[in-house]
């Protein structure tokens, strides 16, 4: 076996084992049960409804939207579509849009709720108490003493949504004001533990009916609140999301996302209209070295600073827990610190035993709860099943009478090598239907309709890099070369050819995928896919196995229905080297060398006149050699293809 | 068929029959020429007829109706939004398509309803799309950008792997004559203008550039020892390479028209209109075209391009001079032409051509 065979043969194991690699990962998945067998399908053929929504600001804003912005506003669609108990929606963001993606038919108020704006609050916090909800629904909130620590960190595993962890509490002290707390640490856990909540119960009903003098009166635990209150179960994922955000002008309950701790709150004094941004850093100590944690700055602007300010006034000098104030951004308190110092100049830090992430989530809920921002429906797409199962019943019929023709095209024109080009599809196909179900399993991608245009068209430019190296085998054999070299010669050249026209298709893909919107990104997926995927097969199945057939009798020889049959390529003679030539079908195999047939050539015509002119025409026919006439004809020993690299000096 | 092109292959490689089309590029400019020019009076004049994913509108399908006619849709939609003028067409043989400018929410879900009860199917088999007034020109505006990026990053790889941006340059000509003529058939065709279309446009970008560079880097090879011989012009040797890439050239563009045709098939008959028929339509004309393109355009128009190259110019007024004087070891045809082609090694050249030592008779 020469070196060149060994290589074929090696190219096509290796190929071998990427399929098996392949089927051999999805087989694992579809038997731990996460992946199938076949690609998921996007809403345009499995039906569902596709929201596109466009964060816009408000006029007259400040702010820029940033990725981050975008995030947190996936995160809170997110967090309301789940709360909503819908499986398996989709929210990315594309550009500068959210995609939010609902499989069935969802109802209308699910709809709504997609595109609701989010709302950044900040409330009095009056009571602290332990997420589950109370049967007894008078003053025995703040009975709980038995409540384990464990509890709210339990919940933390079952809520889909991981939050900062429990731990997570915080102070406030200014920047600009230092006034040193005595021992932060204890403040804090105090704030984050129920148990210390106090008993409100006998101000409650003395106070209820009353007017509540501040918003950090107890009146505003009105009955209607306290049986909120009580009724509340923050260990439930469903109030993590999508919760209206109260009355701004009366009391509301929630739960915090940080600790899980459920919270009774005042009226809205600072909105996040007040807030011009937030920010996130190492912690800074009053000497101005760094404590190494972390910390969340806020910006308040001069009308919310104003009114931060008499909110830290008033609650510096109450008790625990009145003296914290909650954040409460889309119904969920994302952190209530404690009021350390009055605050007059709109610049606050919260700190506390935040690690880096938490900070700058912390920060970046800030930032997205002061943009004025309200999501606008850009489109709004409703697909019924039974249409998307249509479009994908005649998408791929469409696809199966593309592969139909191509094939028989191919048959015609290349006869026999025509197989090569249809197993080549297949391998093509086998391999782009292993890969999308890989990644539908492992990135969640999804097919589309546009995804499946893409795969249509691929046929048509992955059968073109086989007819870009058939044709320069033919032209190699129509320079007279013995298919072994041919086939060598051709696939140096036409190799540059395939790599350079795919390398612009996959460039074309790339920047249609990173660019696009919708379904064009669908589209650009798959053709950047299968332009891949036609190097790959190219490189490990066509060549290779052209190599092996070219060492075939029937190809080899040059069969007629080869296609490759040098006699019909326009060579009825065909040099061999060393001076010995294979003529056409007419050939004498007498073992005359070239110029021995010659001389026998001439004695003929010396016999007539008819066979003089005969002889003549071939050299006046003979086209102008160019100057590396030489190199062809003695290049080409048949027996050392490999060597032969002449051609592209 | 198969015998005829691979003898007509066969001679189109060896140079036994040769199209000039370099040498007749004036009238192959002058052809597209006046094709742009209409295209872009059509254009202008007419427009393009964009879809309501460009204008904002609403659309419904309401698939598998007994009755495929347009009447209770339009009863539905009068009772409903009596301002509206719907266009109701029926798609493939029993879905009916209701299209309508931007309606409000409540509108849209009572419409939902109507529709469901008048044609008397299910609700949630209605499909239908509400799109924003604001929300097409985003999406153009995406499709422009990344055409102006890919353009630039394009321009970039060919200028590097050819080693020549006046080749880069003719490719992207030719790439954006395709895209004129495609759109100029869609504002003399009338048809709509989808986002399906856009990718559909989005791709013949990358065709297009796919197609010129195969034949490019034939022009490459046939031309890379250019300076070390002086039989041939660099524009006889770029057309030889257009000629021999003419076989490819039509294989691949019935094989990539293939599927695409099919598509088109399906989706205009049996499915009526949709994203498969609005890319196939695009695809199918941005294919043929490419491939024009690509033969009569690109490759004549870098010839034109690097003739201006001084390297390349005093190649070509050596290989004149040297013809002139009957130095120049080519053969000539009966009109006159000189043939230019591959050599047909394997015949003996005669003892005349072997060399010959100085000093011996």
Not at chain 1, 22 to 42: F, K, Q
Request: glycine share 8%; charged share 20%.
């Amino acid at each position: 076996m020469s070196k060149v065979t060994k290589g074929a043969r090696r190219s096509l194991i290796w190929l071998a084992a990427i399929l098996v690699a392949i089927y051999g990962l999805l087989a694992v998945g579809v038997l731990t049960g996460n992946a199938s067998w076949t690609p998921g399908l996007a809403l345009d053929l499995a039906g569902g409804r596709q929201i596109i929504l466009t964060p816009v600001l408000d006029e007259g804003a400040t702010q820029e939207i940033d990725q981050s912005d975008l995030d947190q506003a996936v995160s809170v669609i997110r967090q309301r579509v789940d709360a909503s108990g819908v499986a398996e929606a989709e929210i990315t963001t594309q550009g500068n849009n959210i995609v939010v993606a609902l499989p069935g038919t969802p109802d209308d108020a699910t709809v709504d709720l997609v595109a609701q704006a989010a709302q950044l609050q900040f409330r009095p916090v009056l009571l602290v108490g332990d997420p589950s909800p109370t049967t007894t629904d008078d003053e025995t909130v703040t009975e709980s003493d038995e409540t384990p620590v464990a509890e709210p960190s339990a919940s933390a595993s079952a809520t889909p949504e991981p939050t900062p962890s429990a731990s997570e509490v915080a102070n406030l002290i200014t920047d600009a004001e230092p006034e040193p707390s005595a021992s932060p640490s204890a403040v804090l856990l105090d704030a984050a533990v129920p148990e210390a909540s106090p008993s409100p119960s006998a101000e409650t009903t003395d106070e209820a009916a009353a007017e509540p003098e501040d918003a950090s009166s107890f009146a505003w635990l009105t009955e209607d609140v306290m049986a909120d209150y009580a009724a509340l179960d923050c260990l439930d994922v469903e109030n993590y999301g999508g919760r209206t955000m109260g009355d701004p002008d009366a009391g509301y309950v929630a739960c915090s996302s940080a600790d899980f701790a459920k919270l009774a709150m005042g009226p809205v004094e600072v909105t996040g209209d007040d807030l011009e941004t937030a920010s996130s850093g190492p912690e800074m100590s009053q000497t101005g070295s760094f404590t190494g944690g972390y910390e969340v700055r806020l910006q308040f602007n001069s009308e919310g600073a104003a009114k931060f300010a008499d909110v830290t006034t008033r609650l510096v000098g109450l008790e625990d827990p009145r003296n914290q104030f909650a954040i409460v951004l889309d119904g969920v308190v994302i952190s209530h610190p404690v009021v350390q110092s009055r605050i007059t100049n709109g610049e606050a830090s919260i700190s506390g035993n935040f690690t880096q992430e938490q900070a700058e989530q912390l920060a970046n809920q800030l930032k997205f709860g002061a943009l004025p921002l309200s999501l606008e429906v850009q489109s709004n797409q409703q697909i019924s099943s039974t249409l998307g199962a249509d479009q994908l019943e005649k998408g791929l019929i469409a696809g199966l009478i593309g592969l139909v023709l191509v094939a028989l095209y191919s048959l015609v024109q290349y006869r026999a090598l025509g197989f090569v080009t249809i197993a080549s599809l297949i391998i093509a196909g086998a391999t782009t239907f292993g890969v999308i179900s890989l990644l539908s399993w492992g990135l969640g991608y999804r097919l589309s309709l546009a995804g499946i245009a893409g795969l249509i068209v691929a046929i048509g430019i992955t059968a073109d890099s086989f007819i870009v190296y058939f044709e320069r085998i033919r032209d190699e054999l129509r320079e007279g070369r013995s298919l072994k070299s041919a086939v060598d010669h051709a696939w140096t050249r036409a190799r540059r050819t395939i790599l350079i026209s795919d390398a612009v298709s996959l460039l074309a893909a790339v920047t249609l995928y990173i660019l696009a919107v919708g379904g064009v990104r669908g589209f650009a997926f798959t053709l950047g896919l299968t332009t891949v995927i036609d190097v790959i097969v190219v490189m490990l199945f066509t060549h290779p196995v052209m190599v092996l057939l070219a060492r075939t009798k029937f190809f080899g020889e040059g069969h007629k229905w080869s296609g490759l049959d040098p006699r019909q390529l326009g060579r009825d003679t065909m040099y061999k080297g060393r001076g010995r030539v294979r003529t056409g079908a007419a050939a004498p195999k007498d073992g005359l060398t070239l110029a021995e047939r010659r001389a026998a050539e001439r004695k003929a015509a010396e016999g007539g006149a008819v066979a003089a002119d005969e002889v003549g025409e071939p050299t006046a026919a003979e086209v102008a050699a160019v100057n590396d006439a030489a190199e062809v004809s003695e290049a080409d020993a048949d027996d050392a293809p490999a060597n032969d690299r002449k051609g592209d000096v | 068929m198969r015998a005829n092109l691979g003898t007509w292959g066969n001679k189109l490689h060896s140079g036994e029959k040769t199209y000039p089309i370099v040498a007749q590029r004036r009238r192959w400019f002058a052809i597209s020429g006046v094709l742009m020019a209409i295209a872009i009076i059509l254009l202008l004049v007419k427009g393009l007829n964009p879809g309501i994913d460009f204008t904002g509108g609403t659309q419904y399908v309401v698939p598998d109706v007994a009755n495929p006619t347009a009447a209770p849709a339009e009863e539905a939609v009068a009772e409903i939004a009596p301002d509206q003028e719907p266009r109701i067409t029926v798609l493939g043989e029993d879905d009916i398509r209701v299209q309508l400018g931007v309606l409000d929410q409540d509108d849209q879900r009572a419409l939902n309803a109507a529709l469901a009860e008048s044609y008397d199917v299910p609700e949630d088999s209605i499909s239908f799309d509400q799109i924003g007034p604001t929300w097409g020109a985003s999406v153009g505006q995406a499709a422009l950008q990344g055409l102006v990026i890919f353009l630039l990053l394009v321009f970039g790889v060919i200028a590097l792997y050819f080693r020549a941006w006046r080749m880069a340059a003719a490719a992207i000509v030719a790439l954006l004559h395709d895209l004129l003529f495609t759109a100029g058939i869609y504002a003399l065709s009338g048809f709509e203008v989808t986002p399906a279309t856009v990718i559909g446009f989005l791709t013949i970008l990358g065709y297009s550039l796919y197609d010129t560079v195969v034949v490019f880097d034939k022009v490459r090879e046939n031309t890379a020892n250019l300076q070390s011989q002086h039989r041939y012009t660099y524009a006889e040797l770029a057309n030889l390479a257009i000629n021999q890439t003419l076989v490819r050239s039509i294989n691949t563009s019935v094989v990539a028209l293939l599927p695409v045709a099919s598509i088109l098939f399906i989706g205009s008959f049996v499915l009526g209109a949709g994203t498969l028929k609005d890319i196939a339509l695009a695809l199918f004309v941005g294919m043929a075209v490419g491939t024009f393109s690509s033969i009569f355009v690109a490759t004549p128009l870098e010839v034109s391009l690097r003739g201006s190259e001084k390297a390349i110019q005093e190649h070509t007024a050596k290989v004149l001079a040297l013809r002139e004087q009957g130095g120049a070891d080519v053969a000539v045809r009966e009109d006159g032409t000189v043939r230019v082609g591959a050599l047909q090694p394997g015949q003996h050249q005669g003892v005349t051509s072997q060399p010959k030592r100085k000093g011996r008779k």
